[in-house]
């Protein structure tokens, strides 16, 4: 199997690579590129995304024919593809940090800033939370209800389709952590960098 | 809800831990990996390495340290020390730190502090702040070990940074560090009150309690220790489970 860990030049992926690489010895054959004839012929891609919503999609952008491939594999093909973090809010329509911008528009919705009550909740949401399971999805497979994952972010993905949520977690408000719909899989949370148990969920989605 | 962390904080000088974890069943007192590795596996919620290196041709040995580290630990990983330039930065982040800790160049120069956190977000710029107590209520922002005084009133400071968007303050009381007598909770809560994004604690835990102090009394979102830790004196896990049977909430 081939899977490609998307580089797209915008943020800090190498704990996206390390932990892909562990969990991925000898299994299965890794790449990380942003060359697209790779990325067309992978069966599994994974989004990761650090900064902010429209540094990313510029960036994504910048690389000519990538976003198109990208709807190609995850629409057209419906392959399966892991967003994370900003990977994850990217599936968006619309994203509203820094200024205004589209969003790859693969699940309905918006991606705006945590209402943190008036400073009551400081941001970013930094730290381990607990998850809570709304639904079963292939990526939790033996990941216990309430498990600790761990998040670093200030904003929020909120999908038209409640249906699409998988699991939330409580701060501020019950804040969408991840997401599956068909293909599509994100996590808000760093399966990459949560422990024993972030790295269960990259296998559980190497082994779809 | 979100959980309160605890931070081993390891000082790594020319590639070797100087102030470390003493447990006799280690193969190599000295080795940083071997350290990140036990914390990491005894449930430390983050690492911290302070690259306390003086010259800069062993620089290297720092980024080749983080670089095994991040190949073993799966947990974040912050380096701080000698951070000055953009470069440094992304040097320490391709190696596999997802933060760096900034210090003396962010007191030099705020601009420093926007300019690294808008090319790599906020989420893995954090400012360590020295202070020093100079009257009642008032700390001043301080540099090299507590040695250069700024003339920056600490609360002022942090909020500046916080504006030019750290996403944490680690906080160090120039007064309590080394002492074991406990964190300066009253310039916790100063800083804690006046800004809003997470602190951490660091200087002075000699207890659990101080690391209770410190999130109850302080407000810090996170505890950062290094000597309690380093003998073997208590585990990641003997201070989780003391938080926890206080109702502190970790992450157990």
Redesign the interface.
Known sequence: MNVTIVDYQSGNISSVINSFTEVAKGKVNLEVTSDIKKIKFSDKIVLPGQGSFKNCIDSLNQIKGLVDTLNEFAITNKKPLLGICVGLQMFADIGYEEAETKGLGWISGKVSKIDNQQGKFKLPHIGWNEIEIQKKSKIFKDIKNKSHMYFVHSYEFIPKDKSVISATTDYSSKIVCSVEKDNLFGTQFHPEKSDKIGLKIIDNFLKL | ?????IIPCLDVKNGRVVKGINFVELKDAGDPVEQAKIY?DGGA?EICFLDITASNENRETTIDIVRKT??EC???LTVGGGVRTIQNITDL??????KVSINTAAVKNVDFVKEASKK?????IVVAIDAKKVSDNKWEVFTHGGRNKTGFDAVEFAKKVEENGA??ILLTSMDKDGTKSGYDVDLLKTITNNT???VIASGGVGTLDHLYDGIVKGGA??VLAASIFHYGEYKIKDAKEYLNSKNVSV?L
């Open positions: 809800m979100l959980k309160n962390r990491s919620d991040a190949k799966f947990v974040p982040l391709l190696a596999g730190a997802d790599f977000g906020s989420q893995c996403g944490e809003n994004i997470p979102s996170a992450r």
